[in-house]
């Protein structure tokens, strides 16, 4: 069975381009285009591994991630256009992998694996 991977997104051309990306992949993707709407998901779907935005107009990824932590040991990966020190020091406190928009997608997909095989170990 395929791993299932939630993304949350307020941008349609990255859940597009990432769900292609992830499906082609061997992945099954689930994705919301925002933050309510994703941690429904997560709740109802049970991913093995959430990819999260951080800029959202409904909830900041920071507070979503906080809730997801609550209710699920999903490794959660930030991939997101914030670029500064402190905001990636940040995401690697509170999630397992901070990702920068743009992004090469095969290193998106290697990063995926290494938290899905660090799980499972």
Request: aromatic share 4%; charged share 35%.
């Given at each position: 069975?395929?791993?299932?991977?939630?993304?949350?997104?307020?941008?349609?051309?990255?859940?597009?381009?990432?769900?292609?990306?992830?499906?082609?992949?061997?992945?099954?993707?689930?994705?919301?285009?925002?933050?309510?709407?994703?941690?429904?998901?997560?709740?109802?779907?049970?991913?093995?591994?959430?990819?999260?935005?951080?800029?959202?107009?409904?909830?900041?990824?920071?507070?979503?991630?906080?809730?997801?932590?609550g209710?699920?040991?999903?490794p959660?990966?930030?991939?997101?256009?914030?670029?500064?020190?402190?905001?990636?020091?940040?995401?690697?406190?509170?999630?397992?992998?901070?990702?920068?928009?743009?992004f090469?997608?095969?290193?998106?997909?290697?990063?995926?694996?290494?938290?899905?095989?660090?799980?499972?170990?």
């Open positions: 069975m395929a791993d299932k991977i939630l993304v949350i997104d307020d941008d349609e051309d990255v859940l597009l381009f990432i769900g292609v990306l992830l499906q082609q992949s061997g992945f099954e993707v689930l994705k919301a285009k925002a933050a309510v709407e994703g941690l429904r998901l997560a709740q109802e779907q049970k991913p093995d591994l959430v990819l999260l935005d951080i800029m959202m107009p409904d909830m900041d990824g920071w507070e979503v991630s906080r809730r997801l932590r209710t699920s040991d999903a959660i990966v930030f991939v997101t256009a914030k670029t500064s020190v402190e905001d990636r020091r940040k995401g690697m406190e509170i999630g397992d992998d901070y990702v920068v928009k743009p090469d997608a095969a290193d998106l997909v290697a990063r995926i694996r290494e938290q899905l095989h660090q799980r499972s170990a």
